[in-house]
């Protein structure tokens, strides 16, 4: 399985981004997709996840209210959309994709993860 993340870049504090993680190999009828991020200097983060057959999305709290995630089964891609980004946003952003996940929120639990996408939020 093999992930693509793109639609980083550099943005304002309070403007938006969305962020784009297309799978190639396998359909993900059965995966649970996320998304991680590593700021420099600090661990990687849970950012959200969503169960890609059940459609159920999950958030860390630091960015509950102002990230969504979905997704797109015909495209095989799921998405983040990012709106009142802040400079504690600035991170790379991973995308990762697994199968029988007890914790979504732990990164041990993705077997798959693509090369990031790098999202810088000046103040």
């Known amino acids: 399985v093999q992930l693509q993340a793109s639609g980083g870049g550099l943005v304002q504090a309070g403007g938006s981004l969305r962020l784009s993680c297309a799978a190639s190999?396998?359909?993900?009828?059965?995966?649970?997709v996320g998304w991680f991020r590593q700021a420099p200097g600090k661990e990687r983060e849970f950012v959200a996840a969503i169960r890609w057959s059940g459609s159920s999305t999950y958030y860390g709290d630091s960015v509950k209210g102002r990230l969504t995630m979905s997704r797109d089964n015909a495209k095989n891609t799921v998405y983040l959309q990012m709106n009142s980004l802040k400079p504690e946003d600035t991170a790379v952003y991973y995308c990762t994709a697994g199968e029988r996940i007890v914790d979504f929120t732990a990164a041990r639990w993705y077997a798959y993860w693509g090369q990031g996408t790098l999202v810088t939020v000046s103040s």
């Open positions: 190999g396998r359909t993900f009828s059965s995966y649970t």
